[in-house]
């Protein structure tokens, strides 16, 4: 059973940096794609990035290109969101997911989730 449980969200000033840290229970399949979403109040969950281990390829939303990095550490199956810079706009919950696979647009897309993790800049 795969399981995913994110930390390091907090609040910050505008312009501070965070990372958000996911841990995955298991290892995943070699073609995999783990992501972050966030989904604000009242807002739809949004894609912010994610990688896909085949070519090792990385998506970023336009808003948090230049300011987010997406990482990973498989040996210890670790995925990690390096965001700088922050806006209030980035605030909301973010969520870590992955699937088997390339990595597709759509949060339904992605069968594991974590429990999110809250992000509150101002």
């Known amino acids: 059973h795969v399981q995913l449980v994110e930390s390091g969200g907090g609040s910050m000033q505008s312009g501070g940096s965070l990372t958000l840290s996911c841990a995955i229970s298991?290892?995943?399949?070699?073609?995999?794609?783990v992501g972050w979403f966030r989904q604000g109040p009242g807002t739809e969950r949004e894609r912010v990035a994610n990688?896909?281990?085949?070519?090792?390829?990385?998506f970023y939303h336009n808003s948090v290109k230049g300011r987010f990095t997406i990482s990973r550490d498989n040996a210890k199956n670790m995925v990690y969101l390096q965001m700088n810079s922050l806006k209030p706009e980035d605030t909301a919950m973010y969520y870590c997911?992955?699937?088997?696979?390339?990595?597709?647009?759509?949060?339904?897309?992605?069968?594991?989730w974590g429990q999110g993790t809250q992000v509150t800049v101002s």
């Open positions: 990688h896909h281990t085949i070519g090792s390829r990385t």
């Open positions: 997911a992955a699937r088997s696979a390339a990595c597709l647009s759509t949060p339904a897309s992605f069968p594991y």
């Open positions: 298991v290892k995943l399949e070699t073609d995999n794609c």
